[in-house]
T-cell receptor
Framework: GAVVSQHPSWVICKSGTSVKIECRSL??????MFWYRQFPKQSLMLMAT?????????EQGVEKDKFLINHASLTLSTLTVTSAHPEDSSFYIC???????????FGEGSRLTVL | DQQVKQNSPSLSVQEGRISILNCDYT??????FLWYKKYPAEGPTFLIS?????DKNEDGRFTVFLNKSAKHLSLHIVPSQPGDSAVYFC?????????????FGQGTTLQVKP
């Protein structure tokens, strides 16, 4: 069964609104979670590393004020796309794992469509 | 700078034959490599991995080969089945950094024809 769960799977919103996506680790505590983004026919691009109890680390070119990440507990990280625009429409995927064990699990992904 | 590259965007194979997907990397700090399979509108699912201390890892129909000197890895699927049709991503990580951060290639779309 899934060990990392994302919600919602699909979301459609109007331009200018904010959307929150949740990522939960179901069977383990994840001090670190990762958020990826995938445009059609392109690779998964790491957006940010979410650290429990501290600020997220963003990859170059990713606007931290645009993509707010909160990792308030060991089992939940949230990604909020603020003031979403059509160009933010994408597939967002989170992952969590235990690097020391060589394990990394992915959520089912969340497809965001901004009208 | 693309640190992990999959130069073949697509591959078509007949059912029962071998599928070989290739991946190259540039960062010598990478010490752990993974292959993921992804269907449209779903998250990637883990297939197989290999540590840099090995040159081969096998799991059922899937075998990953690593050539560190060439910074090249490949995924062999044999025999290929129509259900294997999907996008395959290779990914690399530096486990020694203990971050779990993965860098993905662009993906190769595999089509297995019945």
């Amino acid at each position: 069964g899934a060990v990392v769960s994302q919600h919602p799977s699909w979301v459609i919103c109007k331009s200018g609104t904010s959307v929150k996506i949740e990522c939960r680790s179901l069977d383990f505590q994840a001090t670190t979670m990762f958020w990826y983004r995938q445009f059609p026919k392109q690779s998964l691009m790491l957006m940010a590393t979410s650290n429990e109890g501290s600020k997220a680390t963003y990859e170059q070119g990713v606007e931290k004020d645009k993509f707010l990440i909160n990792h308030a507990s060991l089992t939940l990280s949230t990604l909020t796309v603020t003031s979403a625009h059509p160009e933010d429409s994408s597939f967002y995927i989170c992952s969590a794992g235990r690097p020391s064990h060589g394990e990394l699990f992915f959520g089912e992904g969340s497809r965001l469509t901004v009208l | 700078d693309q640190q992990v590259k999959q130069n073949s965007p697509s591959l078509s194979v007949q059912e029962g034959r071998i599928s070989i997907l290739n991946c190259d990397y540039t960062n010598s700090m990478f010490d752990y490599f993974l292959w993921y399979k992804k269907y449209p509108a779903e998250g990637p699912t883990f297939l197989i991995s290999i540590s840099s201390i090995k040159d081969k890892n096998e799991d059922g129909r899937f075998t990953v080969f690593l050539n560190k000197s060439a910074k090249h890895l490949s995924l062999h699927i044999v025999p290929s089945q129509p259900g294997d049709s999907a996008v395959y991503f290779c990914a690399a990580s530096s486990l020694s950094s203990n971050t779990g951060k993965l860098i993905f290639g662009q993906g190769t779309t595999l089509q297995v024809k019945p």
